[in-house]
Each structure stands twice: as structure tokens, then as C-alpha cells.
């Protein structure tokens, strides 16, 4: 039982690089999500799903695209890297009013 | 707008000890939901516990408990008989609104156990 399956869980981008994080779920939630983690900032909303098809802007969505074209997948896009995108990205999904499954997380470097 | 505070950076407890992790939110929403989340230096991030909003128990998960006081709206995560593994970082987090996985995280508090 994979859950919440993040790809890569490291990289290193040049500025003006791009690159999709992956996020697959094998838990049949409708609601999926991308957060990114900073020092001293906690966890902070990027975009997030409530079905195949829709997509919503959260906290920080600036520098970030999201598709949701099946249940299972929710990929973040990062068209063009800045170094104020270096973070550790994770992806969440869950039943409406329920606790969020996280991934583990993917370790970004924008040099 | 929704807020999550979490005032202190960091708290030392000893081993066997109980120790209470603050946090307060702001919301004008009367349904709203409050979970506690731990993240080891692993990285990952573990559900603890969550209370609802219309709950009128406070909400308990083995060694975890959340001491809910609506009326000062704060939302303490209270741990008991602390052990060496429980060291790492806690976020509380809110949603607001009945029907959303929609999480506002604070900004943590890292827990040290010591023996």
C-alpha cells in the first residue's frame, strides 16, 4: 500500500530551469494538495484539488502550475526556477473533514 | 482570515514528564477543525490527533491529548509521559469550514526530550 508517492525526493535546478514534481495516490481521495516548507514558516498552502479538473490557488501559488487530470496524479510544475524556490515540497490528500496523508517530501535546490 | 499561532519555537521536557505545546487560531467560521501534525528529523509529517469544532469532548489518541478552549480559542496539544521518540518538530493546523481538506499550518514548535 504506496499512499502518497512523491517524485524526485531530490533535485537541483539552475535558475530559469524547469520541472515537474510528481504526486501519485493510491488512496482514492478527491482532495489533493502541495505545500512547501520553509525555516521558520511552516508549512504553507501552493494549489490544491478537490476533484479531476479543478484546481484552486492557495497561500503561495506564484511560480507554481497544477493540473489534475485524473484522481491519482497531481503534478507541480515549476516553469521557470528561482532560488526563492528552494524548499521541501510535500504533497497531501484526504477525505473532506479528515486528516491529510503526506508524502514524504521532496528536497528542492534552485542554485 | 484564518490564523494559526504557535508562540513557542522550542519547549524541553524530561523523559516520563507531560508537556503542553501551544497553539491558538483566529476564525471567523463556526465549523472549523484543528489537527496536530509531528514531524521527526526524518521529514515526514504524522497525524496526531484532531478536535472539531462542535466537539464537546476534548480530543484524546493514546499519550496524546488536545486541551480545546473555544471560548479563548486555543487548541494545546498535551503529551503524556514523554519518551526520547516523541523529540521533533509539532505544527498545529486548522481547516475552516465543514467540507475541505484545506490546512493553514502554524510555524511549529520543535520538542526536545531529554532523559
Known amino acids: 500500500n504506496a499512499g502518497v508517492t512523491q517524485t524526485p525526493k531530490f533535485q537541483v535546478l539552475k535558475t530559469g530551469q524547469s520541472m515537474t514534481l510528481q504526486c501519485a495516490q493510491d488512496?482514492?481521495?478527491?482532495?489533493m494538495s502541495w505545500y512547501r516548507q520553509d525555516p521558520g514558516m511552516g508549512l504553507r498552502l501552493i494549489h490544491y484539488?478537490?476533484?479531476?479538473?479543478?484546481?484552486d490557488q492557495g497561500e503561495v501559488p506564484n511560480g507554481y502550475n497544477v493540473s489534475r487530470s485524473t484522481t491519482e496524479d497531481f503534478p507541480l510544475r515549476l516553469l521557470s526556477a528561482a532560488p526563492s524556490q528552494t524548499s521541501v515540497y510535500f504533497c497531501?490528500?484526504?477525505?473532506?473533514?479528515?486528516?491529510?496523508?503526506f508524502g514524504e517530501g521532496s528536497r528542492l535546490t534552485v542554485l | 482570515a484564518q490564523k494559526i499561532t504557535q508562540t513557542q519555537p522550542g519547549m524541553f521536557v524530561q523523559e516520563k514528564e507531560a508537556v503542553t505545546l501551544d497553539c491558538t487560531y483566529d476564525?471567523?467560521?463556526?465549523?472549523?477543525?484543528l489537527f496536530w501534525y509531528k514531524q521527526p528529523s526524518s521529514g515526514e509529517m504524522i497525524f496526531l490527533i484532531y478536535?472539531?469544532?462542535?466537539?464537546?469532548q476534548n480530543a484524546t489518541e493514546g499519550r496524546y491529548s488536545l486541551n480545546f478552549q473555544k471560548a479563548r480559542k486555543s487548541a494545546n496539544l498535551v503529551i503524556s509521559a514523554s519518551q526520547l521518540g516523541d523529540s521533533a518538530m509539532y505544527f498545529c493546523?486548522?481547516?475552516?469550514?465543514?467540507?475541505?481538506?484545506?490546512?493553514?499550518f502554524g510555524t511549529g514548535t520543535r520538542l526536545q526530550v531529554f532523559p
Open positions: 497531501a490528500t484526504g477525505r473532506a473533514t479528515g486528516e491529510l496523508f
Open positions: 488512496m482514492n481521495h478527491e482532495y
Open positions: 484539488s478537490v476533484g479531476a479538473g479543478i484546481t
Open positions: 476564525t471567523s467560521d463556526p465549523s472549523y477543525g
Open positions: 478536535q472539531g469544532s462542535y466537539d464537546q
Open positions: 493546523a486548522m481547516r475552516e469550514g465543514p467540507s475541505t481538506d484545506k490546512l493553514i
